[in-house]
């Protein structure tokens, strides 16, 4: 076992000490809520990486938004420069009704997990990066820069700007971004697929003012109706999207056990999977279509009239070889062509548009990360996966930084719901991931 091993897990105490002090800050960068323990996390963690040695610590901002925390620690002569990404910002937290912890920002231990919102995505992600450079004591074998986004799981709306700003001191031969998964809590993987995203609202309006739906039914049609026949034109009768012009990416090797999938997902007994071809596929590499939710009054609440409007969020999930801006038309022209009924539809983009992205994991940096996570996971080489979420920022860092191997790697395993009630983190995983990243700095070296 090598001195780099020994040394991450004799400091994993201290750094799990500091990853739940990091939980405990609330930082949800939402709009409309209080942003002022987003600023105390970013400070949290410039101090963090003040203390690991970092020869310069500064916080960066674009355009209004949320700071980022910046550290460099030079590369010694001859040595390439490995830029570590991750963020500190956290989703809410839900419906609290459904956490099994009072308070969802005390980490909770649990036969080997740690339960908490943002124990996994990403602070978990932040700590990983820190705990390599522990062990260094401030000197790694490679240059070092990282940058602690503070925005993330908003949308990273002025990521871009940002990175465009300080391209030159960004700028790495390698890039780390720990914000994916592994396969297994016992496989680890390295993400080389991505789905990009959009989100749009579709508006039907078929009447002037809400009518009696008594008098006038029958003849006379209702927007909700109309809305409800227009989103189900985006499937086929087997569930997969129906949108002409939407990507389909690579296929992988690997597959998902149903029942894993089932148990994972939380599906009822009766409930069938949609779509056609391999699960991975339907996962990664497959356009999706999903309603998010409808403007309609209550059902307790409504009265016996016909709706003269009805709006509807839908998110698509793009494959890898597409892109949002061609999405988006495609999606626009499905849904102007198949309005029921003579109605008026109107689409309107959400946000910004997130890009899909693909990597091509060959090269000396990606061989050095396979034989880093061979050696943390016990010899268990790591395997390529695809996610179907989506990080639309992985395609500015290949735009910007086209030279630079991008590895995309992170914490997570199949039980840890990022997003949801009881997020979790597998201690021993997490263990690995640290040892993983220290032993890929000890590797990059020249």
């Given at each position: 076992m090598s001195d780099v091993v020994n040394a991450v897990r004799a400091a994993m105490p201290a750094v799990r000490a500091d990853l739940e002090a990091l939980v405990k800050i609330p930082a949800i960068a939402f709009e409309g809520l209080d942003h002022e323990p987003v600023r105390q996390g970013a400070n949290a963690v410039q101090r963090l990486l003040e203390e690991a040695g970092a020869a310069e610590t500064r916080q960066l901002s674009h355009g209004g938004g949320q700071p980022s925390v910046y550290a460099h620690f030079p590369a010694p002569a001859g040595q390439p420069t490995v830029l570590l990404y991750a963020h500190q910002d956290v989703q809410p937290v839900g419906d609290l009704s459904k956490w099994e912890q009072p308070d969802p920002f005390t980490v909770v231990e649990k036969d080997g997990r740690l339960y908490g919102r943002g124990v996994a995505d990403d602070k978990a992600g932040v700590m990983a990066h820190i705990a390599a450079l522990r062990v260094f004591g401030g000197k790694p074998p490679v240059g070092v820069k990282l940058l602690i986004e503070g925005e993330e799981e908003f949308g990273s709306p002025t990521l871009e700007g940002l990175l465009r700003e300080h391209q030159d001191l960004l700028a790495a031969d390698v890039v780390v971004i720990a914000d994916s998964?592994?396969?297994?809590?016992?496989?680890?993987?390295?993400?080389?697929?991505?789905?990009?995203?959009?989100?749009?609202?579709?508006?039907?309006?078929?009447?002037?003012?809400?009518?009696?739906?008594?008098?006038?039914?029958?003849?006379?049609?209702?927007?909700?109706?109309?809305?409800?026949?227009?989103?189900?034109?985006?499937?086929?009768?087997?569930?997969?999207?129906?949108?002409?012009?939407?990507?389909?990416?690579?296929?992988?090797?690997?597959?998902?056990?149903?029942?894993?999938?089932?148990?994972?997902?939380?599906?009822?007994?009766?409930?069938?999977?949609?779509?056609?071809?391999?699960?991975?596929?339907?996962?990664?590499?497959?356009?999706?279509?999903?309603?998010?939710?409808?403007?309609?009054?209550?059902?307790?609440?409504?009265?016996?009239?016909?709706?003269?409007?009805?709006?509807?969020?839908?998110?698509?999930?793009?494959?890898?070889?597409?892109?949002?801006?061609?999405?988006?038309?495609?999606?626009?022209?499905?849904?102007?062509?198949?309005?029921?009924?003579?109605?008026?539809?109107?689409?309107?983009?959400?946000?910004?548009?997130?890009?899909?992205?693909?990597?091509?994991?060959?090269?000396?940096?990606?061989?050095?990360?396979?034989?880093?996570?061979?050696?943390?996971?016990?010899?268990?080489?790591?395997?390529?996966?695809?996610?179907?979420?989506?990080?639309?920022?992985?395609?500015?860092?290949?735009?910007?930084?086209?030279?630079?191997?991008?590895?995309?790697?992170?914490?997570?395993?199949?039980?840890?719901?990022?997003?949801?009630?009881?997020?979790?983190?597998?201690?021993?995983?997490?263990?690995?991931?640290?040892?993983?990243?220290?032993?890929?700095?000890?590797?990059l070296k020249r």
């Open positions: 998964q592994n396969w297994r809590t016992e496989v680890p993987a390295l993400t080389t697929t991505l789905r990009g995203v959009i989100n749009v609202y579709v508006e039907v309006a078929v009447l002037k003012g809400a009518v009696h739906s008594g008098m006038f039914g029958g003849p006379v049609p209702d927007a909700l109706t109309a809305l409800a026949r227009l989103v189900a034109t985006l499937h086929d009768e087997n569930g997969d999207v129906a949108v002409a012009g939407l990507a389909t990416g690579r296929s992988s090797d690997l597959d998902y056990d149903e029942a894993a999938l089932r148990h994972e997902a939380g599906m009822l007994p009766g409930a069938e999977f949609i779509g056609t071809g391999r699960l991975t596929e339907r996962l990664w590499s497959k356009p999706t279509a999903t309603v998010l939710g409808i403007d309609a009054p209550g059902a307790a609440e409504s009265a016996n009239a016909l709706q003269p409007k009805a709006r509807a969020k839908v998110s698509f999930r793009l494959a890898a070889g597409d892109t949002a801006a061609n999405a988006l038309k495609a999606v626009t022209e499905h849904l102007m062509a198949n309005a029921p009924w003579g109605a008026e539809v109107t689409v309107t983009p959400e946000g910004g548009l997130g890009d899909p992205c693909a990597i091509d994991a060959t090269g000396p940096s990606f061989d050095a990360a396979r034989a880093a996570f061979a050696e943390a996971w016990d010899g268990t080489e790591p395997v390529e996966i695809g996610v179907g979420g989506s990080i639309p920022m992985i395609a500015t860092f290949q735009e910007l930084f086209p030279e630079a191997a991008i590895l995309v790697t992170g914490v997570e395993d199949q039980y840890s719901n990022p997003h949801g009630p009881n997020e979790s983190l597998d201690i021993r995983m997490f263990e690995r991931v640290c040892v993983a990243e220290a032993l890929l700095l000890e590797k």
